[in-house]
């Protein structure tokens, strides 16, 4: 099974900026981000295929965030910039182990990281 580990976490302050990242162990093919704030839902954040030649994100960061990787290391990017506080939350990443369509959906990723805590102060 392909382990998948964050990094990058931490406290910034409103309008500040993050990179996230998550090193996977062996091959992937779709990969995603998903965020979860405390009492909500674990919800999409942004997603990009193997190639990395299409990306998706949620309409909350479109703009601000941008997705990216680099197969050679097998790791995955998140910048984050413009943050605000309501960006706070548990960042997870996420991989497809099969060729599928991008998706949003928490189901078409088969393996899941332990996730990094963002907090946005205001």
């Known amino acids: 099974q392909v382990q998948l580990v964050e990094s990058g976490g931490g406290m910034v302050q409103a309008g500040g900026s993050l990179r996230l990242s998550c090193a996977a162990s062996?091959?992937?093919?779709?990969m995603g981000w998903f965020r979860q704030a405390p009492g909500k839902e674990r919800e999409f954040v942004a997603a990009?295929?193997?190639?990395?030649?299409?990306?998706i994100y949620a309409d909350s960061v479109q703009g601000r965030f941008t997705i990216s990787r680099d197969n050679a290391k097998k790791t995955m990017y998140l910048q984050m910039n413009s943050l605000n506080p309501e960006d706070t939350a548990v960042y997870c990443c996420?991989?497809?182990?099969?060729?599928?369509?991008?998706?949003?959906?928490?189901?078409?990723?088969?393996?899941w990281g332990q996730g990094t805590q963002v907090t946005v102060s205001s």
């Open positions: 062996g091959r992937t093919f779709n």
């Open positions: 996420a991989a497809a182990l099969t060729r599928l369509g991008l998706s949003r959906v928490k189901t078409s990723y088969d393996t």
């Open positions: 990009i295929t193997w190639s990395g030649g299409t990306t």
